[in-house]
Structures are given as structure tokens and as C-alpha cells.
């Protein structure tokens, strides 16, 4: 018997042993439609168990599971709350304190912005006070006669302690004149020193340069008003023989000859004396100190005296 070709041995073999057909996976759609089957279900269970929540007789039944649930699930949330705890006190602790910086920057820009209102309303009311004591000098019965006076806005100030100059807002243009008087609410200031058409510049008593004619109001002593060692003001030229005592007033003493006018007019205050005369064996003279009744150094109005008609 002859034995069986190779082709017959394979055809056996293919009929006996099969393989296993691949099990197709799922299609998209099929598992998308899997998904919104169980969330649908799921709504569906939420609204019924809402609906018996409120509704059933059962619902006591119910709020039990429910409190057990709770109950159980009730050291997990002291738990999480513990945890959760620090982080919250820290997110709190920084949102303050970014809220207090800003509020607290918030709060010193508008203490700022009173501060410089409120210097803006000091500075205006000194100034406006200035003006009314100068209008109530020009009032006085001691205002010099044959005078009016130009009122101006100061404009410079005396910036050192070897300056003795300051600027006023009017000129010849307004009828300011070389070596016209100036003075304030209180008293002389000094003297004008240059003249522009809009502007002009004032040389104040202080100067060492100036030297004014003056008298004791009191005991009607003369002498002259001038600069004295440390840049305090004296009244020079008093003879030892002379009475004159602390508190007395100086003012201007004007003109004595026709010829020889002053460029100051009579009886403009000047100040006061400030300590009992010192009397030396060296010196010729008293040493009166003075204080001036003008503030020299925080002027904001002044009047420039001119005289009301032309000297010939």
C-alpha cells in the first residue's frame, strides 16, 4: 500500500484543527451609546430617590440611610475639613493682608493729598490775613500824609542769611519809583532798591547797607536804625546821657530840612526794643537793640508808599 502524498496530510491536518475566529472589539458608537445609557439611568435614580425623599411614606426609611450614610462618612469629613484647615487659614492670612496693604496705601495717599490741601487753605489765609492787616494800616490815623500806598504780591523771598533782598509783583508801570518805602501790616520792610516795568526789587532794613532815621516814640529820642553785630537790628547814635528803655516803640523820625528830604516819612513803626540798652566804657554810644515788627522773612503782601503829588 503505497503511503499517502503530502497534499492529502495537509488537507487533514487543515480539516482537523481550525482556528478561532478574532473577537471584534466594540465600535465608537456602540460604547458611546453604553455611556449615555448609564448616565441616563443614573438621573433617572437621583430623581426617583428626590421624588420619595418627599413624597413617599417611605421617606422616613430613607433619611435613615440617609443619616447612616452620613454618619459614616462623618469622620472623612472632619477629617478633610482638618486637612483643608491650615490652607485656608493661610489663604485668608494672605488675601488680608494684601487687602490691608493696599487699603493702608489707599489711606496715606488721601492723608497726602489733605495735608497739602490743608497747607494750600494755611498759606491762603495767611496771606489773605497779611492783606487785610496791610488794608487796615493804610487805615490808621498814623498812615503818613500825602502817601498812598501800591499794593503788591511778593514774589521772591530772602533765600540765605546774607540776602536781604525780595521781589514784588508790581513796577513803574503801576507808579512804583526808585527809593520809595515799603512796608507791611505791621511796619517798614525796607526800601525800593530797582525798578522794572512790572516788577521791583526791594532792599529790607536788615541790610547792612541801610540806615534809617528813627526816634523812641516814648522819649522821642533820635538816633538811626541799623544793621549791628550778628545781623540784629540797633538803634546807633543814642548818647549815654539818652533814657531809653525795653519796650519802647522806634519809628521813622521823617524829614527835618526841606532840602535834604528823607526817603522815609514820618512815624512808619520799625519795632521795638527788645532789651534794656547795654552801656560800655568803650563805646561812644547806647547799644539799643531792635526787634522789627515786620517778619522779614515771611512776607506775602507789602505797600509801596508814593507820594500823592510830584516833588518838585
Not at 102 to 114: F, R, V
Amino acid at each position: 500500500m503505497a503511503p499517502p502524498s503530502r497534499s492529502a496530510r495537509a488537507a487533514v491536518l487543515a480539516s482537523s484543527v481550525q482556528r478561532s475566529k478574532p473577537t471584534p472589539y466594540p465600535s465608537k458608537a456602540r460604547s458611546a451609546l453604553i455611556r449615555r445609557t448609564v448616565v441616563v439611568v443614573l438621573v433617572l435614580v437621583a430623581l426617583t430617590l428626590v421624588t420619595i425623599s418627599f413624597r413617599s411614606p417611605t421617606a422616613g426609611a430613607l433619611h435613615d440611610i440617609q443619616g447612616a450614610g452620613s454618619t459614616a462618612l462623618r469622620p472623612f469629613q472632619i477629617a478633610a475639613t482638618r486637612v483643608a484647615q491650615p490652607f485656608r487659614d493661610a489663604y485668608n492670612y494672605i488675601d488680608g493682608l494684601t487687602t490691608a496693604k493696599a487699603e493702608n496705601k489707599k489711606l496715606k495717599k488721601e492723608l497726602i493729598q489733605y495735608r497739602a490741601a490743608e497747607i494750600r487753605a494755611s498759606a491762603a489765609a495767611a496771606k489773605e490775613q497779611q492783606v487785610e492787616r496791610l488794608l487796615h494800616f493804610e487805615r490808621l490815623p498814623s498812615f503818613p500824609n500825602d502817601y498812598r500806598a501800591i499794593n503788591a504780591e511778593v514774589t521772591s523771598f530772602p533765600s540765605g542769611p546774607f540776602t536781604h533782598t525780595l521781589t514784588i509783583a508790581v513796577g513803574s508801570s503801576a507808579g512804583v519809583r526808585l527809593n520809595s518805602a515799603v512796608v507791611s501790616g505791621y511796619g517798614l520792610v525796607g526800601i525800593v532798591s530797582n525798578v522794572f516795568p512790572d516788577t521791583a526789587i526791594v532792599t529790607l532794613i536788615s541790610d547792612p547797607d541801610t540806615f534809617v532815621a528813627a526816634r523812641d516814640l516814648r522819649t522821642r529820642v533820635r538816633g538811626v536804625v541799623g544793621t549791628g553785630a550778628g545781623g540784629t537790628l540797633i538803634l546807633d547814635h543814642v548818647s549815654k546821657t539818652e533814657v531809653v528803655r525795653q519796650g519802647d516803640a522806634i519809628v521813622t523820625d521823617g524829614t527835618h530840612n526841606a532840602r535834604y528830604p528823607s526817603l522815609y516819612p514820618y512815624g512808619i513803626p520799625i519795632g521795638r526794643v527788645s532789651a534794656p540798652p547795654g552801656v560800655t566804657d568803650t563805646a561812644n554810644f547806647l547799644q539799643v537793640q531792635v526787634q522789627p515788627f515786620a517778619n522779614l522773612g515771611s512776607l506775602d503782601a507789602v505797600g509801596v508808599l508814593v507820594p500823592t503829588h510830584q516833588r518838585r
